[in-house]
């Protein structure tokens, strides 16, 4: 699992020692907007949505974390959907 937070249809995962999923490079090489930045606890109202990714769901909405609660965002929910569309799967 990874994370990733939503300003508009821009995703940010933080930027940490992390092990970027298969999701998460999956949506790097397909979104524009897709960046890395330090993220922090004091920060999580600032952004639109949450998103768990994996390599069974593409983003899977987060409701809250700690006090802090999201709504569903449609525009960052169809950049995700429209970017995991447009890579080609690969025959394994």
């Not at 999956?26 to 600032?46: D, F, H, K, M």
């Not at 952004?47 to 983003?59: G, K, L, M, Q, V």
């Amino acid at each position: 699992w990874n994370i990733c937070f939503a300003r508009g249809p821009r995703l940010i995962f933080p930027k940490a020692a992390i092990l970027p999923g298969i999701r998460q490079q999956t949506l790097q090489r397909a979104l524009p907007t897709y960046t890395t930045e330090p993220i922090s606890l004091t920060e999580l109202a600032g952004y639109d949505a949450a998103y768990f990714t994996n390599s069974i769901d593409p983003a899977l909405p987060v409701a809250s974390i700690n006090e802090v609660t999201y709504e569903p965002h449609p525009e960052s929910a169809n950049a995700i959907a429209t970017a995991y569309a447009a890579v080609t799967a690969q025959p394994i």
